[in-house]
């Protein structure tokens, strides 16, 4: 007889926990996995997937404007935010039944509960207070957002909200400037709020090319979304009249009267409350947990993946390191995950697509760095008039021809981030690129035909190791 309930016990069902507990199952493990909200995490409930339906509404805007160019004569549209709401609720409660009977189906025990750590082997389920021994336990907790501990803060939205309104809010103030806060902007602008971005640094999107940063911000500016930079939200307050909103005090002295004012200034790992002490499980910055590249912890039988570790936090790599995790625990067949080069979109309205170095990171790391570069005019805003340009950049190892990283605005670069995805992944070369016949027309044909080089930057001094 065995001392244990379980040989897994999963905390979280979202991206990570779903794919590590099916596996393990799969693999004989006794799985049991305690979900305190709704089964399948941020990315199916309040991430990727209902924010790319609402992306997919807002991006109607240009095509009702574009079909005129096209011959097309088109009603004066309307939009209904209910009917939207109403829709994206249908399909996400779908997807949320469907991680259920996965679960089930492969065997897993799913309870509807928050489970904190009692000691290093036992789980309370806070529901109903009952105690669960775990042979191993997977955190898989996910992330939550950050909201500024400011006087009014109570009348402020995570991004968690901004899926849920009741109203399309007329006019809106998105504190921020990563990927959330300007998909977020892009979905509002484009059904038809007035949207305001404030930041306080001095660009958006830290961490990207720089060109792919500057060249958002113009489009962005193009289609009226406002931003203001080097400031911060210090209070919000009461509108006077009641029903018009907010007022949003900034520290350099402006008031934005909004109907609505969302923060989306950056996310934390899901570890207060725990128990994580209890069972001596090591944290680090914010209370990540900390792991090892096999995503164990600092207790031997306790593994995490996914946010919680904040590592990168993607959906695809948490449930890359679930699988990799019970494959190996439970499989007989150990693995890690790999973190460098991971393609990824931003689904702003132009999309950014990317994968690999930045021009910066590159000529941080290597002694000759070749720039690649092009902004057009896609073939489509030609007849439709949209003032919207793409940009294509590749960064090559000057030296070895590798292509180091691929950047890309304009639409469809989620699409072609995918596969370039791989082309840098397998280390190709710029030659090979040139080498690959170009598919005509499309927009993509551009990155097998850049012939020439935009510049060359070569430095004398040692570089970092790469
Ligand atoms: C607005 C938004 C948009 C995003 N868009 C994208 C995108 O386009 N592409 C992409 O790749 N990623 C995107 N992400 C990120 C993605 O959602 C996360 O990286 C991914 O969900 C992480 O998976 P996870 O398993 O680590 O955690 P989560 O999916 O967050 O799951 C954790 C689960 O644990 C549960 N939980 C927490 N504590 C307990 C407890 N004590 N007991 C029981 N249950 C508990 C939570 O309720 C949650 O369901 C987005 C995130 C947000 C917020």
């Known amino acids: ?28 493990a006794r799985v049991m996995l305690a979900e305190e909200f ?13 924010k790319k339906l609402l992306v997919y509404a807002a991006r109607f805007q240009d095509a009702f404007e574009d079909a005129a160019g096209f011959g097309w004569s088109v009603p004066a549209p309307q939009f209904d935010w209910p009917a939207l709401i109403a829709a994206k609720d249908r399909e996400i409660a779908r997807l949320e039944g469907l991680y259920t009977t996965g679960q089930v189906n492969a065997g897993v025990t799913v309870v509807k509960s928050r489970a904190v750590f009692e000691d290093a082997h036992t789980l309370r389920l806070v529901s109903d207070g009952s105690r669960i021994r775990a042979r191993h336990v997977l955190i898989a907790t996910g992330g939550r957002p950050d909201m500024p ?49 404030i930041y306080r640094g001095d660009k958006v999107l830290r961490g990207f090319d720089e ?13 009226g979304i406002k931003f203001i930079f080097n400031d911060v939200v210090e209070r919000l307050e009461a509108a006077p009249d009641a029903d018009a909103g907010v007022v949003a005090v900034t520290l350099g002295g402006e008031r934005l009267a909004v109907d609505q004012v969302m923060f989306a200034i950056g996310r934390s790992p899901n570890t207060a409350g725990l128990g994580l002490e209890a069972a001596g499980v090591v ?27 904040d590592r990168v936090n993607l959906t695809p790599v948490a449930i890359r390191e679930g699988h990799a995790f ?38 941080a790391r290597y002694r000759v760095v070749d720039i690649y570069k092009t902004d057009f005019r896609p073939l489509k805003a030609t007849l439709s008039g949209s003032q919207d340009r793409m940009l294509m950049k590749l960064v090559v190892d000057g030296e070895s021809d590798r292509v180091l990283g691929v950047h890309i605005l304009g639409e469809d670069a989620g699409e ?8 840098v992944k397998a280390r190709l070369t710029k030659a090979q690129f040139d080498e690959t016949m170009a598919v005509h027309p499309t927009a993509a044909e551009e990155l097998v035909t850049m012939r020439s080089r935009t510049a060359r930057y070569q430095r004398t001094e040692p570089v970092a190791a790469i």
């Open 38 to 50: 709704r089964m399948g995490g941020t990315c199916v409930v309040r991430g990727c997937i209902p």
């Open 326 to 363: 019970a494959d190996s625990v439970f499989g007989g067949k150990p693995w890690q995950v790999e973190h460098a080069d991971i393609a990824t979109a931003v689904f702003s309205t132009p999309e950014i697509g990317t994968v690999g170095l930045s021009e910066e990171q590159a000529r």
């Open 416 to 423: 072609m981030a995918q596969l370039l995805g791989i082309a």
């Open 211 to 223: 060109d792919l940063r500057d060249a958002l911000t113009e489009a962005y500016r193009r289609r």
């Open 283 to 309: 944290t680090g910055k914010r209370g990540a947990v900390k792991v090892d590249a096999r995503s164990q912890s600092s207790v031997p039988h306790i593994y995490a993946v996914g946010d919680v570790t």
């Open 149 to 197: 501990a400011i006087p009014g803060i109570e009348r402020a939205i995570s991004s968690n909200e901004a899926l849920d309104l009741k109203h399309l809010p007329k006019r809106i103030l998105i504190a921020g400037a990563g990927y959330i806060a300007l998909e977020f902007a892009g979905i509002f602008a484009g059904l038809g709020s007035e949207v305001t971005v």
């Open 1 to 28: 007889m065995s001392d244990f309930d379980v040989d897994l016990f999963v905390i979280g069902g979202g991206s990570g926990g779903v794919r590590a507990a099916r596996i393990a199952a799969g693999h004989g």
